[in-house]
């Protein structure tokens, strides 16, 4: 079973961080989904030490979520032990991970994120540095390399565990590749035979079979599930269920797709505002609708809501019509 420091996780499926995705109402529904660790989305280390409202709004946790990971990146060592420590000792997070996979440009320019790939000396170096500093296990989320010419997987690897890192889990592309292409399990495999710390397996794992099956080819601890879990939490209890049990729990219903959705939109409302939910759940309401009869219709009349009430009519009407359309005729 996997284990990260002191902390025994129930199963082998964590919830990716994914930036502006893994909020607190996010995670609270991939908890209700069976996910046994759940990362919150990677929050700078600046906007922590300069006590920005917006940054040290996203490390509230609620105790439902626990065992939670909360993410931060940063490019300089001082900054990041600093920011580091107040999560140390001012969030009730259970893991503090460092973000050296990031591959956009606006954290890569600040030497953040996957940067870091490329010096294997300054992983050292920063990881050690913050497990010095804290009390909570550290572990570090990082990609195969930079681009083709550069892939220190397991260098990287073996440097955090040489830091005192507690485990780390790896995306198999290249921070060229972004997320296109196909992710690289054979480096995966690789990194976990080189380090004795628990590695978890990211990338590419869109079914429970796909999950069982880099469990399988690579030997990691677990698996890290992300777009797949985007308006399909039951990604994360089928693969539970599977992994448990060999069986498949069936997919879900249109119904229970709506539910879900309606349920995402008022923690997300609880825990952001009418508004800003509003706005925030028209993404997250297209991914639930992908595929559903009617879905795209819905998601455009979702996009033009102005209120939280006209966007919670629009899921309840869409709901009844499907409810309308499979009642048995009489």
């Known amino acids: 079973m996997l284990k990260i420091g002191p902390i025994e996780m129930k199963n082998q499926v964590v919830l990716a961080p994914m930036a502006g995705v893994c909020n607190s109402a996010f995670r609270l529904i991939a908890k209700r989904f069976g996910a046994s660790l759940v990362c919150a989305e990677m929050v700078s280390d600046r906007g922590i030490i300069h006590h920005n409202q917006r940054t040290l709004d996203m490390l509230s946790i609620d105790d439902r979520e626990k065992p939670l990971s909360l993410q931060i990146f940063g490019g300089s060592r001082e900054t990041l032990v600093q920011a580091a420590k107040y999560v140390d000792k001012n969030t009730n997070a259970d893991i503090i991970d460092i973000n050296m996979g990031c591959p956009v440009p606006k954290v890569t320019k600040c030497d953040a994120g996957s940067r870091w790939l490329l010096d294997p000396d300054k992983i ?29 997987a397991v260098r990287n690897a073996q440097a955090v565990e040489h830091a005192g890192g507690s485990a780390v889990a790896v995306h198999g592309r290249t921070r060229v590749q972004m997320y296109e292409g196909n992710a690289d399990w054979d480096i995966i495999r690789q990194v976990k035979e080189s380090v004795g710390i628990p590695v978890i397996g990211n990338g590419d794992v869109r079914t429970p079979v796909d999950a069982k099956r880099m469990l399988e080819e690579t030997g990691v601890d677990g698996v890290m599930i992300g777009r797949a879990a985007l308006g399909n939490p039951w990604m994360l209890y089928r693969t539970v269920n599977y992994l448990d049990s060999g069986t498949l729990p069936p997919e879900p219903t249109a119904k229970e797709k709506v539910d879900v959705c309606l349920i995402h939109f008022d923690q997300l409302v609880k825990l952001k505002g ?41 899921l309840i009407e869409f709901r009844d019509r499907l409810e309308h359309d499979l009642a048995p005729a009489r």
């Open 124 to 152: 050292y170096e920063m990881v050690s540095s913050v497990v010095d500093a804290v009390d909570k296990p550290v572990t570090v989320k990082m990609r195969k390399g930079w681009d083709d010419d550069h892939i220190y």
């Open 274 to 314: 009418e508004h800003i939910a509003s706005l925030e759940m028209r993404k997250h309401a297209a991914w639930y609708m992908k595929g559903l009869r009617g879905g795209n219709d819905v998601r455009k009349e979702i996009n033009q809501c102005e209120t939280g009430t006209e966007l919670r009519q629009a």
